[in-house]
């Protein structure tokens, strides 16, 4: 089982940034591609940024320019560097990681941009 923990959530005011952080434990061996994903109240679960073991990164159009994922395999650890941030980027963003065709979710961490 893997296990994943997200820090870094808050309130920030818009054009403000926060940084994101999601450590893995547990059965950590062979983690692939971790990422995030984020939900806003009455709305569906979207895709904000993956990063797979090697590096490669993949964006939500909404989030290029603005966010940066990146990944520290040493430490088993996800970053989203979020800046400009927006009202509408507002929502509840959970960490995920790939591991055997099977994926792990964190338990989410809230993040409110106020206008």
């Known amino acids: 089982q893997v296990h994943l923990v997200e820090s870094g959530g808050g309130v920030v005011q818009a054009g403000g940034s926060l940084r994101l952080s999601c450590a893995a434990s547990?059965?950590?061996?062979?983690?692939?591609?971790m990422g995030w994903y984020r939900q806003a109240p009455g709305k569906q679960r979207e895709l904000v940024a993956t990063i797979t073991r090697g590096g490669s990164t993949n964006y939500a159009d909404s989030v290029k320019g603005r966010f940066t994922i990146s990944r520290d395999n040493a430490k088993n650890t996800v970053y989203l560097q979020m800046n400009s941030l927006k009202p509408e980027d507002t929502a509840v963003y959970y960490c995920y990681a790939d591991r055997l065709l099977i994926s792990h979710w964190g338990q989410g961490t809230q993040v409110t941009v106020s206008s």
């Open positions: 547990g059965s950590i061996f062979g983690l692939q591609t």
